[in-house]
């Protein structure tokens, strides 16, 4: 049992908070770049977003032990939202443009 | 008062300005404006002369900087202020300016009168008022201007005029002929003239005759040289030169003649008031310069030369205009002789007597020529009781000029001619120059009797002529009847030493303005015992002679005691001489032009051909192209190619290189981030 | 930290990772958006353990309330329900992934260990007292004294976007 109790500590501490957001945002690099659909890419966006307040937050919490890592992981919610919007806006917009959601298709600057 | 003066050359400039762009369209083609400009001028001119008869004395100047020419620094190097050469232009009004100005704008304002009538249908009739109003400006500004520089714009201004109102009836080739004949003669004077000026500007470092009258008595300024001769005597041989071309003396007179193809009001605006005027008046405005360049023989002796010629050659001549044409030349060496013996003042009475009496005869001759449609003085005869005032006035005006005495030109002349002999008996070396004048006025009463003669008394030699002549319209006989009226002695007869009619004349008064002129001018005027009995005598000799000339004239053409015809066969070698004008016409011609001239221009235009086109030219054209190509593969290989084109493909080379990366992909470019960012943590990897 | 909590939080932590498991991989992307949510949820809870209490109420009411919400409006009115492609995955992009993914979380992971192992050295004075006060009145007095510039500025970020927003979707 003691190896499952250190293993809840390590997963608890610092160290799985880390690994958590490694993994978050490892996944949500795999989703924006393999998702076909644009919408995906943005769910991609959303958790690698979330993996970075996360580490604010822990961070903030072992090192200083003050709020200002929370107050960046709070911007980038605003932020995320603010993108969310946008980013939604221009996919309803390109569909209606291209009858698709392919994010591939959204290549008109590459000439 | 200058400024008052500057309007009356400006006056008849608006009216050429507005003659020449609106004429046609305005009523009468708009020769009112020509006329009532000239009007307006005589109006602004008369004050001022009226101010000197009364005073004694006008003077006024006005000057304008026209520009500043940076020639250096003070001191050396920089730094310094610099040293402007200023050219400064301006009005002078002296008494000069008030006679000449009154009598110019007077004249100019009769012949305009008398042109609205004898130009009457001619076509360009609105072009015709444009010229001599320009005429008149011109020559009024001459007369105002106090520096040689504007002076010279004005005469040049003067030349183009009288080229084309010379060549007004541009569809004969005679009047091409003698418009470029006259255009070209005075130039020959013109360009003499102005290295005159340039001369005297490297002298006086000023062409302003008020300052060139101060400085020409520096002695210093006697020592400078030009091209080998004393720069004073060259400046006074070229001032002199100008007026020779301009005044047509001899041996440049050759223009004058043909200067009748005109139509005659511009004969006689030529004749008295403008051009020929204006080479008399700039002897006398530059008389101290001649005077110091000791040039005064040399003018004297042109002078009785050209009046003694031109009065032989007025003997032989048929046609009107022709006669009084050369009769101009033999005056204006009258008075230019006149200027040479330091007869200063009487050389300047008998410009502004004979401008009256000039005046009167040619527009007298036009009158005639309008009335009998021929210049033929043979196909005349017998006009006396056809056209009254016309016979009149001209009467009166051959009167004055030929010396009878209680008429202007009386007066005038006997004062030259007093101080010819003067002169004469004074240096006995020089006693051709009286001999010479004497003559002269002999013979102008010869041929001026035998003018008014064959025109005016005897029968009809052509009756059907004879049958159309009439006196003229109003416009052309009162311009007659004021000139003839200026011809009488009263209006510049000095003081003939009866009281009670001293009391009446105006006498005085031109002595008066010549006193303080001379003055001004620092010259000197010799009043010794010679000069007394010269006067004496002189009016005794002019007086015998004028006697003789009127009374072989007389007996040949009026009461036919002698025949001509007769006389002609007697002289003949003389005659033909005469006929043919001395030969000066086949001399400049077929000598001097086709002989000399050309065969001078060909070889200028061999030389031109040969060593400046291809040598110089074309030599520089090739070695120019060598360069040319040399450079050109320099830069078409090292420019271009290496530098131009090269930064072009590296940019270009770069731009596909980076391009393989630009797809548009959003995605791609985040699995590039990815990528990057895993190399990242390399460094906490390793 | 009582053993019941601590497992709750793991709980909460495998949770999360699987839900973005299911985000990344599932197919069908209301499925993945669904999964979404619940990741959102999960890392809500691990801001409340990490003392986080005002985040985690932000975390869901703008991300679990919010965004997921906006996501499926947005992909109802653009694709039909239960019909998606059953495969939503970029075949091309596979084969690089399978190489880059394994190696850049090891790198991470790498790097944060030694990150976290560096900041485990020393512990911070008022640590405990940190991790259980309440947070909103700190956070609020933080954002109108010291962060009031960047307030203002994502203030006047969120209204642009919502303009912006607007504009962007408004019908033709």
Known sequence: MSGLASGLD???????????????????????????????????????????????VIFSKYRTAAIDGQIVALFIIFIAAAEAAVALAIILRFYRLKHSMDASEANLLRD | MAQQALWIPLLPLMAFVIQVFFGKKLPRQGDFVSVLAIFGSFL???????????????????????????????????????????????????????????MVTLCSFLIHLFSTGYMHGEPRYHLFFAYISLFSAAMLGLVISDNLLTFFICWEL??????????????????????????????????????????????????????????????????????GFPALTFIAFMVMLGTVGKSAQFPLHVWLPDAMEGPTPVSALIHAATMVAAGVFLLIRMYPVLEAGHMLPVVGYVGAITAFLAAMLAIVQNDIKKVLAYSTISQLGYMVMGVGVGAFAAAFLHLVTHACFKACLFLCSGSVIHAVHTQDMREMGGLRSKMPITFLAMFVSTLAISGVPFFSGFVSKDRILAGALGYGMEHSQHMLIPILGFAAAGITAFYMFRLIYMTFFGHARDEHKHHHAHEQPAPMVIPLIILASLSLAIWFAGPTGIESVDQILPVHWYDDAMESVQKSMGIVEEHSEVHHTAHSLAMVFSLVIAGLGIGLSTLMYLKAVFNPATWQKMFMPLYTVLVNLYYFDYLYMKILIQKGLLNFNSMLAAFDDRVVDRIFVDGWGRATLVVRSVVGKFDDIVVDRLMVDGTGYGTATAGWLVRRFQTGQAQQYLALMLIALGLFTLKFVL | MTVGLKIVLAAAQILTVLSAVAVTFHPNILYASIALFFAFCGVAVMFVYAGADFLAGAQLIVYAGGVTILVLFAIMLTQWLYKSKLRDIRMRVVAPLALIAPALTYGLCVALRGLGDHVLKTTPANFEAFSSAPKTMPIGQALLTNYLLPFEAITILLLSALVGGVWLARPK
């Open chain 1, 10 to 56: 390590w997963l608890t501490g610092l160290h799985g908070y880390l690994a958590v957001a490694a993994s978050l945002f490892v996944l949500g690099a795999v989703a924006v770049i393999s998702r076909k659909n644009a919408i995906g890419v943005l769910l991609g966006v959303e958790l690698m977003l979330n993996a970075a307040g996360l580490n604010f």
């Open chain 2, 44 to 102: 602004l001119a008369a004050p001022i002369f009226f101010r000197l008869v009364t005073t004694g004395d006008v003077s006024d100047s006005l000057s304008y900087t026209w520009m500043s020419l940076p020639v250096g620094f003070k001191g050396s190097g920089t730094g310094h202020p610099p040293v402007n050469f200023e050219i400064v232009i301006g009005v002078l009004v002296n008494n000069l300016t008030a006679i000449m100005l009154f």
């Open chain 2, 158 to 227: 003067m030349g183009l005029c009288s080229y084309l109102l010379i060549g007004f009836y541009y569809d004969r080739p005679s009047a091409i002929n003698a418009s470029l004949k006259a255009f070209m003669t005075t130039r020959v004077g013109d360009v003499l003239f102005f290295l005159g000026i340039t001369g005297l500007f490297y002298v006086f470092k000023t062409s302003n005759f008020t300052q060139v009258y101060q400085l020409v008595h520096n002695e210093a300024l006697h020592e400078l040289m030009i091209i």
